[in-house]
């Protein structure tokens, strides 16, 4: 059979001294994920092990097969690319945060059609991310994400910080993303409706594991 996106087996981590996960046993597939649990149930820990922004103290994350420490880290991170709950651009246009994730791997980036499978017109690209509205920086975000061209995103509660108009338009979008561009993606959530509109399957933490 072939691997998995991640495989995860025994996976104990913590936060600030407290552990968040115990002993984790996880496999996620391809297509989209939802992951849901209460605020603290280590989501975000959980998001942030699948491409190494943090380690487990015990046991093993694979993606695709290979163990994620015997992999590049920057690599790793544009194959499974975080986008974070709160959007942080960098200072500049638009088109300077799209472009900038491929210029450090001497690659352009087509920035016009990042930002329309975004969402957003071509005509933001001249804009300053800072004065954009929480909603267009969400956006920009996840324009700057598909410019690195991943296999899979990892995507932290992206309409948690939106109204509700503005989480309806970014939760089509991210519809039309992966049927168009058939990339895979985890996705946190709170909102069960969310989860079940999105997501072929759905994971949900307790206590530090995945609850039955
Ligand atoms: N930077 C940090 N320092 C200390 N504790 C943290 C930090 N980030 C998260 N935690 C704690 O780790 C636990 C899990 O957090 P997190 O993974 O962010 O949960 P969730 O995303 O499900 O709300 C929580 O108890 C939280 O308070
Ligand atoms: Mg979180």
New binding site residues.
């Given amino acids: 059979m072939a691997p998995g996106l991640f495989t995860l087996e025994q996976v104990t981590a913590s936060?600030?001294g407290?552990p968040?996960l115990d002993g984790l046993e996880l496999e996620i597939g391809e297509g989209v994920t939802a992951l849901l649990?209460p605020?603290?149930?280590?989501?975000?820990?959980l998001l942030r092990l699948l491409n190494r922004l943090a380690e487990p103290e015990r046991g093993s994350v694979r993606f695709r097969g290979e163990d994620v420490r015997s992999l590049d880290p920057h690599d790793l991170r544009r194959r499974a690319c975080l986008v974070p709950q709160l959007p942080a651009l960098l200072p500049g246009t638009v088109a300077h945060n799209v472009s900038y994730g491929p210029s450090l791997r001497a690659r352009d980036a087509d920035v016009a059609r990042c930002l329309e499978l975004a969402g957003l017109s071509a005509a933001y690209a001249d804009r300053e991310g800072e004065r954009l509205s929480v909603g267009e920086q969400q956006r920009v975000m996840l324009a700057r994400a598909l410019a690195l061209e991943p296999e899979v995103m990892l995507l932290d509660e992206p309409t948690s910080a939106l109204d509700e108009r503005t989480q309806a338009g970014v939760e089509a979008t991210l519809a039309r993303l992966v049927s168009e561009l058939g990339v895979s993606a985890v996705i946190?959530t709170h909102d069960r409706g969310q989860a079940q509109r999105l997501a072929r399957r759905t994971v949900r933490l307790s206590d530090g594991r995945v609850a039955a």
């Fill in positions: 936060r600030g407290q968040v649990g605020s603290g149930s280590g989501k975000s820990t946190v």
